[in-house]
């Protein structure tokens, strides 16, 4: 049973302009919510994240916005760059745990 | 500060063996998780160990065990290997909790023959 859901395995974007990754979950009791992003053969490294009393965080070109209601989140990158080029992977935690679930990726692709 | 270091980062098995993978968390972080990652799946969380107690574990067959040392270092261990254990794992650490941010390590690929 997949938790989190990232539904698009790949994305495709011409630099400078915006990015969007969408991430779905279906666990209630999820209140905070994080990306990261791989390059091939190195470990994740944390993007940016998002706790469940907010709807937005930024962070440079980065934001994240969280719809609690659709049980929906999303990563914006404005404006993409080449080096932005990676897998992208949402996470959430549980109230009271200490165990992130992890969703399947997005693999983003940002060309000249 | 050095990162989180994993060894060895690369492991060719066959069926049935057993393999023990090592992590080295940031000096100071005291929990540390472990993932598996397959082309398909994501990252799937394994366990968490802090101040060497296993405190979460995920929906891994007992052939999948770890343990955590007074350091913090952590090892993993897959015994009776199976070729659906071919994958990268990785380990990450963090202070205390998995929602502080998790610093991850490279990963050990290993595969199964």
């Known amino acids: 049973d997949q938790q989190v859901k990232q539904n698009s395995p790949s994305l495709s974007v011409q630099e400078g302009r915006i990015s969007i990754l969408n991430c779905d979950y279906t666990n209630s009791m999820f209140d905070y919510f994080l990306w990261y992003k791989k390059y091939p053969a190195e470990g994740p490294t944390f993007l940016i994240s998002i706790s469940s009393i907010k709807d937005k965080n930024e962070d440079g070109r980065f934001t994240v916005f969280l719809n609690k209601s659709a049980k929906h989140l999303s990563l914006h990158i404005v404006p993409s760059q080449p080096g932005d080029s990676a897998v992208y992977f949402c996470a959430a935690s549980a109230v009271n745990t200490d165990k992130l679930i992890f969703g399947t990726g997005t693999r983003l692709q940002v060309f000249p | 500060k050095a990162g989180v270091t994993q060894t060895p980062r690369y492991l060719i098995k066959t069926r049935g063996q057993q393999v023990t993978l090592s992590c080295s968390p940031i000096s100071g972080h005291r929990s540390v998780s472990w993932y598996q990652q397959t082309p398909g799946q994501g990252l799937q969380f394994l366990f968490e160990y802090f101040s060497e107690t296993q405190r979460n574990k995920g929906n891994f067959p007992g052939r999948f065990s770890g343990r955590q040392f007074s350091n913090s270092r952590s090892e993993m261990n897959v015994s009776t290997l199976e070729l659906g254990d071919s994958a990268l794992y990785l380990c990450?650490?963090?202070?205390?909790?998995?929602?502080?941010?998790?610093?991850f390590g490279p990963g050990t690929r290993l595969l199964v023959l």
């Open positions: 990450a650490s963090s202070g205390s909790t998995v929602t502080e941010t998790q610093y």
